[in-house]
């Protein structure tokens, strides 16, 4: 077999290094999972867990809820159908805020509809006021390590904190080491939602947001959840005040190369980015002309927001 030749290997090497931007179409190089042929990771292991199939179907029907009808004709556990009502709720009628006080309800349903809406109040006003933080923040990466594979994939624990284990205990298990390392954040190596959903709006409004708030509100744990729109990884930092959501760095992204909202370039997020840089009108974050929040700026349907997002992607 030939070699291959300077120019050959000298542009192999450029695309090895050039950088890859999901958003933009690109493949994530990284899976635990199988990938298939297409480059698209296989989650059938995964989508074939009792735990998956009860949290599917219950989020669907949460869904299915909000939206009003089921217009998706596959299977009730089918991870792909609910992505269907997904991009409904996402698509209607109303501002951003509207799309995330939506999504909440369906977080904020899930454990009711299991029939253990009774652990959030004793959560937030019982375990969260006796329980260290370090304890705390594991507890949440156990929850959603275990549960969740199904939404974002494969996840690991990270930013690991050193706690010190108890002498007394020490003494009578005497293989128990000094100190242990506990994940306080969970990273999503590469998140099925953002992949599938292929929207930075859907992203930020129907996962993120409300995500947040949904925490805080309802647990008294602040979360500030990281997407990576370059390589589609997320990261979940539990105790972490996130940041106002026009200076957070998430919705600072154009509207996906394949998005599939029929609202593509209405939510683009540079528009907002423009004109917070430029401050030329703006209060903590509103526009003093017309009232409108950075938010709503971006929601508004209008052809200038399309032809931002179409050279943002030029």
């Known amino acids: 077999r030939r070699p291959p030749s300077a120019a050959a290997a000298s542009a192999a090497a450029s695309d090895a290094a050039a950088p ?4 933009k179409g690109d493949v994530p190089p ?19 867990s009792p735990i998956s199939k009860v949290l599917i179907r219950t989020i669907r029907g949460l869904l299915v809820k909000e939206v009003g009808e089921d217009t998706d004709p596959r299977a009730w556990d089918d991870f792909d159908a609910v992505l269907t009502p997904v991009r409904e709720v996402n698509d209607m009628k109303g501002t951003a805020r509207d799309v995330t006080v939506r999504a909440k309800r369906v977080f904020a349903g899930i454990l009711p509809a299991l029939y253990i809406g009774w652990v959030p109040p004793i959560w937030k006003n019982a375990i969260r006021k006796v329980a260290p933080q370090w304890a705390s923040n594991f507890a949440f990466v156990l929850v959603f390590t275990t549960l969740f594979p199904w939404l974002m994939g494969p996840m690991e624990g990270i930013d ?5 284990v108890p002498e007394g205990l ?17 990273k999503a190596e590469r998140c099925r939602f953002l992949e599938q959903s292929g929207c930075a709006s859907v992203c930020v409004n129907s996962c993120k947001a409300p995500s947040q708030e949904w925490l805080g509100e309802d647990f008294g744990m602040d979360l500030h959840i990281q997407p ?3 390589d589609f990884s997320c990261q979940w930092k539990f105790n972490v005040k996130p940041p106002p959501l026009y200076e957070d760095a998430a919705v600072m992204v154009p509207c996906f190369s394949k998005c599939p909202s029929e609202y593509k370039g209405e ?8 004109r917070a840089k430029s401050g030329v009108g703006i209060v ?5 002309y017309t009232g409108e929040s950075l938010e709503a700026i971006a929601r508004r349907a209008s052809a200038a927001a399309l032809a931002g997002a179409t050279a943002a992607l030029a």
């Open 170 to 186: 020490r003494k009578i298990f005497k293989f128990l080491p000094e100190t242990v390392r506990v994940p306080q954040a969970i």
């Open 228 to 230: 990576n729109y370059d």
């Open 20 to 23: 890859v931007k999901a958003w």
């Open 30 to 48: 990284q899976s635990s999972l199988p990938t298939r042929a297409d480059g698209s990771v296989d989650y059938s292991s995964i989508d074939a």
């Open 284 to 288: 903590d974050g509103v526009d003093t």
């Open 160 to 164: 690991h904190v050193d706690v010190e």
């Open 267 to 274: 939510k683009d997020a540079f528009r907002q980015l423009a």
